[in-house]
């Protein structure tokens, strides 16, 4: 799933069949989706196998956004919502003391997994 600049959307058949069984897998499928996003989706699976319409490309980027939101883990959403918004403050404070290599906290996905742990934790 592509979106660059204007409004350029590819979907295939195999990006959207791996989300669904993963959206099934996960247990959002008939939770998240309406009747008809579902049928939507389950109708493209069958009939295309890569997306040129931009309407129905728009569509299927709006429902495979949605999938992929809900059957993120907790901890992957705190890490991107407070995790690395943590990391930012904490690595700029930490330069402002003089330490160089600080700048590189903002951006190291184990310090942000580790602060979004301890916030999830009540530590913070």
């Not at 979907?11 to 939507?40: D, N, P, Q, T």
């Not at 999938?67 to 700029?92: C, K, T």
Request: proline share 0%; glycine share 8%; aromatic share 6%.
């Amino acid at each position: 799933m592509k979106c660059s600049g204007s409004v350029q959307l590819r979907v295939s058949r195999l990006e959207i069949v791996r989300m669904k069984a993963l959206a099934v897998r996960k247990g959002v499928w008939y939770r998240v989706l309406s009747r008809i996003e579902r049928s939507c989706v389950d109708l493209t699976i069958k009939v295309v196998d890569q997306v040129r319409s931009r309407a129905l490309a728009a569509v299927l980027f709006s429902v495979l956004r949605k999938l992929e939101e809900a059957v993120e883990s907790g901890v992957a959403r705190l890490m991107r919502g407070v995790g690395v918004e943590m990391a930012g403050r904490l690595s700029s404070l930490a330069q402002s003391w003089g330490n160089s290599s600080a700048g590189r906290w903002a951006g190291d996905v184990g310090f942000i997994r580790f602060l979004a742990v301890l916030h999830l934790n009540g530590s913070t």
